[in-house]
């Protein structure tokens, strides 16, 4: 009960910091009177707390958070459970973050591997975990294995909800990262393209989300010597003093979890 309600008003009052951080401080304080140090609606409050320090930028207090609240509902419903799959997926994002990829490995992995036997592989929730594990694949360097991930991944969400979906343009964004640097510049450039035209369709043309994808396909252009066409892509996405040769960066698909739902927000991060 608290847990649901502190995240029906957590998702309106992430615009407030201080007032998110006072509510979530507030919830939990309310839930370890009510329910003791050790219980469910505890942990869950605790990743409330964690995703608004997320929000703010201090890693490290949501990673003790989180980190406290795996240990609850483990000790409470053991590994094969859904909110112990959240907490392990937004563990992981929050390592990807902070670039600390080999970190964010395991914990992104056993989300994938315990939503993949709960909802089942095509649930939206495992789709999420798969997109957010490869991106720390991509991170390690291990292209080899990242790559079919995504395009798994792409093509569930495809499926799931059409191509002009904001998953889409996320899941399109990373494996054309990886075809630029593997000599393939013309069909990384084609998903960037397709990615743009999704974004700006889905959340408009000055979402700063938009950015993200532009910055990524800004560097290809310059590379290819076409900085006209690079230049008017990033002014248009209004990062038009970042381009810069190399490659881009990846959407990790890390959208926080809340814990209990069912997809996540996207990319990247926190929820």
């Known amino acids: 009960m608290f847990a649901n309600s502190v995240e029906s008003v957590l998702s309106r009052a992430m615009s407030d910091a201080a007032f998110a951080d006072l509510l979530c401080r507030g919830s ?15 942990a869950l409050a605790r990743t409330s707390l964690g995703i608004v320090y997320k929000f703010a930028g201090e890693f490290d207090k949501p990673e003790a958070l989180c980190a406290q609240a795996l240990a609850a509902l483990i000790a409470l419903h053991g590994e094969a459970n859904s909110w112990v799959a959240t907490i392990y997926h937004n563990i992981g994002g929050l390592a990807h973050a902070r670039g600390k990829f080999a970190g964010g490995e395991p914990p992104a992995r056993k989300a994938w591997e315990i ?31 990242s790559e079919p991930v995504y395009h798994g991944a792409l093509a ?11 998953q889409v343009a996320v899941n399109l964004n990373n494996p054309a990262n990886l075809r630029f640097p593997r000599g393939d510049p013309a ?17 408009g043309v000055d979402h ?6 532009a910055n990524n396909l800004g560097p290809l252009l ?29 959407e990790d698909g890390h959208g926080a979890r809340k814990p209990g739902a069912v997809e996540k927000k996207q990319p990247p991060e926190i929820p």
């Not at 008017?232 to 970042?242: H, N």
């Open 222 to 250: 310059h590379a290819q010597g076409r900085d006209e066409a690079a230049r008017a892509l990033l002014t248009r996405a209004q990062g038009g003093d970042r381009v810069t040769p190399g490659r881009g960066a990846s």
């Open 115 to 145: 939503n993949r036997q709960l909802p089942g592989e095509d649930h939206p929730t495992a789709m999420a975990d798969a997109a957010a594990y490869a991106g720390v694949l991509d991170g390690l360097g291990h292209y080899e294995e």
């Open 187 to 203: 069909q990384a450039e084609a998903l960037f393209r397709r990615a743009l035209a999704v974004k700006e369709k889905t959340l």
């Open 28 to 42: 939990r304080q309310c839930a370890r009177a009510t329910f003791g140090e050790a219980e469910e609606e505890t």
């Open 208 to 213: 700063p989300d938009m950015a993200l994808t």
């Open 156 to 166: 569930l969400f495809e499926q799931m909800y059409g191509p002009e979906h904001y």
